[in-house]
C-alpha cells in the first residue's frame, strides 16, 4: 500500500501538478506586450528632438522627415524589449504631483503605432533617486511605473543617433604587383 503512495505521488508531482510560469514575471508589472513584427511606426522623443520611423508596405523602416531607408535589423532588435514593455516596479497609482517623477515635463516618450491605429505611449520621466531605473506612465492612466535604464537609452539613442541604414564598405580586392605576383 505504501508503495502504490509513493508512487501516486510521483505521478501527481511530475504529470498532474500545476505548473508554474515559466518566466516567473509577475504580470502586473506588463506595461504593454504587443507583436514587435505589428508595429507600423515609432516616435522617439528626447528632449525637445523626435525621430519617427515608419514602416512602409514593402515592409522596411524609413526614417521620418528624412524620407530615408532605416536600419532594419537595428529598430527590429530594438523593438524586442520596446514592444514587450515591463516595469520592474509599479511606484503608485495616485500620484499626489507629477513634478516629483519629472513626469510633469517628461524628458522622454515613446509611442508605438499597431495596426489598428492605437498608439501605446509610455511618457519618461527622472531617474529614481536610487538610479534604479526612471519613473514613466502613459497618459491615459495615473501608474506611475519604474522602467529599465536600458530602456530609457534605447528610446533616447533612436532620437540622438538615428537608425541610418549602413553603407556598404567596398573591401579592396588585391591587385597584382610588379611581373604579374599579387601584393
Avoid: C
Avoid at 71 to 90: E, F, H, K, P, Q
Avoid at 98 to 115: E, I, M, V
Amino acid at each position: 500500500l505504501a508503495l502504490f503512495a509513493v508512487l501516486g505521488a510521483g505521478v501527481y508531482f511530475f504529470e498532474y501538478r500545476p505548473n508554474p510560469d515559466p518566466s516567473g514575471l509577475d504580470p502586473k508589472l506588463q506595461i504593454w506586450k504587443l507583436d514587435r513584427d505589428s508595429v507600423e511606426r515609432i516616435v522617439a522623443r528626447s528632449g525637445d528632438q523626435e525621430q519617427v520611423m515608419q514602416k512602409r508596405a514593402d515592409g522596411l523602416w524609413y526614417l521620418e522627415p528624412q524620407d530615408v531607408r532605416a536600419d532594419y535589423w537595428r529598430i527590429s532588435g530594438t523593438l524586442v524589449r520596446l514592444s514587450n514593455m515591463r516595469a520592474s516596479r509599479r511606484v503608485t497609482e495616485n500620484p499626489r504631483d507629477l513634478a516629483t517623477y519629472g513626469l510633469d515635463q517628461p524628458r522622454a516618450a515613446l509611442t508605438l503605432r499597431t495596426p489598428d491605429g492605437v498608439d501605446h505611449t509610455l511618457l519618461i520621466g527622472e531617474k529614481s533617486p536610487t538610479e534604479a531605473g526612471y519613473f514613466a506612465k502613459q497618459p491615459e492612466n495615473n501608474i506611475i511605473w519604474l522602467v529599465g535604464t536600458f530602456n530609457v537609452e534605447d528610446i533616447e539613442r533612436f532620437v540622438k543617433e538615428p537608425a541610418y541604414e549602413p553603407t556598404p564598405v567596398p573591401t579592396a580586392t588585391p591587385s597584382p604587383g610588379p611581373e604579374g605576383t599579387p601584393v
